[in-house]
């Protein structure tokens, strides 16, 4: 069975390929083949990830979506969920989570047994998904009430943001003007870093021309 491994990390500084080692292995033991790896440096919380985008583009019919959990794939709004789900569901992908159980029988053929563990896996999922979200939304609530206090203390304390990386700007720029051709792939490669940000440069150089 065809199989695309789908990789993410929230920052540059994490290993959005971490997993990769053992998902091939979690792949293996399941007897899928795998075709492809896709994997970026991005927020779950974003529905529009161009790895995860290209995924669904090129996977086919009956393929399957290996992910190591569902946190890796959705931390979306109820609403981005559905609208990714929906989407999963119209290639008509098997989506596979290693670390839920329930999921693992999507990769075999089980007549009716298998299909009413599609429907718990599917309701499992959007659970796991809905907690993934409160989860994210729980660390961004902590990180504000962090800051209230700082500026509680110190009215005029602000803080100090990581910014632009106007080197390596400068760096993926030149790359895509010297070869327009190369693939967001290649440049992030020349220039170390996550394709997410060759996606976010090229789109702010086309749209100041």
């Given at each position: 069975m065809k199989t695309h491994l789908y990789l993410r990390a929230s920052t540059k500084d994490q290993d959005a390929n971490r997993a990769k080692i053992a998902l091939e292995a979690f792949a293996m033991e399941h007897g899928l083949t795998i075709i492809a790896v896709y994997a970026e440096n991005?927020?779950?919380?974003?529905?529009?990830?161009?790895?995860?985008m290209r995924l669904l583009n090129v996977a086919e019919r009956g393929d399957v979506l290996l992910c190591e959990s569902v946190d890796r794939l959705s931390r979306l709004s109820q609403a981005d969920?559905?609208?990714l789900k929906a989407s999963i569901e119209a290639k008509?992908?098997?989506?596979?989570?290693?670390?839920?159980?329930t999921?693992?029988?999507l990769v075999e053929d089980k007549g009716i047994t298998g299909q009413i563990m599609e429907v718990i896996?599917?309701?499992l999922i959007d659970l796991m998904s809905t907690m993934a979200r409160l989860d994210q939304e729980k660390r961004v609530e902590r990180i504000n009430q962090g800051l209230?206090?700082?500026?509680?203390?110190?009215?005029?304390w602000k803080p100090s943001g990581k910014g632009k990386d106007a080197v390596l700007w400068a760096k993926v720029r030149a790359l895509?003007?010297?070869?327009?051709?190369?693939?967001?792939?290649?440049?992030?490669?020349?220039?170390?870093?996550?394709v997410a940000t060759v996606y976010r440069i090229k789109r702010?150089?086309?749209?100041?021309?």
């Amino acid at each position: 069975m065809k199989t695309h491994l789908y990789l993410r990390a929230s920052t540059k500084d994490q290993d959005a390929n971490r997993a990769k080692i053992a998902l091939e292995a979690f792949a293996m033991e399941h007897g899928l083949t795998i075709i492809a790896v896709y994997a970026e440096n991005i927020s779950g919380t974003m529905l529009d990830r161009p790895e995860l985008m290209r995924l669904l583009n090129v996977a086919e019919r009956g393929d399957v979506l290996l992910c190591e959990s569902v946190d890796r794939l959705s931390r979306l709004s109820q609403a981005d969920w559905k609208t990714l789900k929906a989407s999963i569901e119209a290639k008509g992908l098997k989506l596979v989570i290693a670390d839920l159980p329930t999921s693992h029988m999507l990769v075999e053929d089980k007549g009716i047994t298998g299909q009413i563990m599609e429907v718990i896996n599917g309701m499992l999922i959007d659970l796991m998904s809905t907690m993934a979200r409160l989860d994210q939304e729980k660390r961004v609530e902590r990180i504000n009430q962090g800051l209230a206090k700082k500026r509680a203390v110190d009215p005029d304390w602000k803080p100090s943001g990581k910014g632009k990386d106007a080197v390596l700007w400068a760096k993926v720029r030149a790359l895509l003007i010297k070869h327009p051709t190369m693939s967001a792939d290649q440049v992030a490669k020349l220039a170390d870093c996550g394709v997410a940000t060759v996606y976010r440069i090229k789109r702010q150089s086309e749209s100041s021309l």
